[in-house]
């Protein structure tokens, strides 16, 4: 994958791999690396990425800076929209 695009196709973020994940976070911030191990034992992937973490599950996983949590769901959140957008696009 190429996370350096803006939009992603419905079903690329929800085949995403919990590799996968790990590099989308490393392209967010290259400090996010650090919680690639916790979110790959947690089985983060694509479908858990964008439907599955709250900002208290991002705190369970040790992402305790309150600003990379937000960082990191706004990223989601954009990601959703996108996602729905193609999805609508597609089949709606």
Not at 26 to 33: A, C, D, E, M, V
């Amino acid at each position: 994958f190429g996370f350096r695009l803006s939009v992603f196709t419905y079903e690329q973020c929800l085949t995403w791999s919990c590799n996968d994940v790990t590099h989308w976070l490393q392209s967010l911030n290259p400090h996010f690396i650090n919680y690639a191990d916790a979110f790959s034992r947690a089985a983060i992937d694509g479908s858990a990425l964008l439907f599955a973490l709250t900002p208290q599950r991002l705190a369970q996983l040790g992402v305790a800076d309150e600003k990379h949590r937000q960082t990191m769901l706004r990223r989601i959140e954009k990601l959703k929209k996108n996602v729905s957008s193609n999805f609508y696009k597609q089949f709606g």
